[in-house]
């Protein structure tokens, strides 16, 4: 085995992943990001969930909305569905961990907020009924999916914007949602705090 050829074979297939992407999913980024702008322009929040290396990315995209992405400005509001560990561990014991999202997005989503909701199959149980409840919420989606966008993109409604990785390898869609997320957070800052 050639361990740099291995490598190197990661790198293109990542890119190759992205440009394939670039290609199918342009349209829905900038949707997604005008009207993630105008929701918190508005002063609505955006929740964001997912399992796993998903969850790290609903971190990271909070993170970057409270705190900032590459410009000074004031936080956004943001809030990762992932990170309390003892509404994680109640909602799953006392409920289900399918339930562990849908019942954040009761408590604290209101209409006219934002469900990020990131499942790399389409398919995460608790991505699902997270979804579900927001729309009964009277919230609006944006869903980070990839192979062909399992039950999440048959559940967006008008107004929800589905951005699919061009992909069915959990690494490359990983990669790409990484992308858009950091699309997303650069596209905010530029419409709501443009550089003069």
Known sequence: MNLERRLQSHFEASIAAKQATLQS????????????????RAGHKVLACGNGGSAGDAQHFA???????????????GIALTVDSSALTA??????????????????GRSGDVLLAITT????????????????AGMWVIALTGRDGGRV??????????????????????EVHILFLHC?????????YPMT
């Open 25 to 40: 999913a342009l349209p829905q980024l900038a949707e997604a990001a005008r009207r993630l702008a105008s929701t918190l």
């Open 63 to 77: 993170a970057e909305l409270t705190g900032r992405f590459e410009r000074e400005r004031p936080g956004l509001a």
């Open 91 to 108: 909602i799953a014991n006392d409920y289900s961990f399918e339930q562990v999202f849908a019942k954040q997005v009761r408590a604290l």
């Open 121 to 136: 199959s389409g398919n995460s149980h608790n991505v699902v009924e997270a979804v579900a409840a927001a729309h009964a």
């Open 153 to 174: 993109a048959s559940m967006l409604q008008a107004g929800d914007v589905e951005l699919r990785a061009a992909s069915s390898v959990t690494a490359r869609i990983q």
């Open 184 to 192: 997303l957070c650069d596209a905010v800052d530029e419409q709501l």
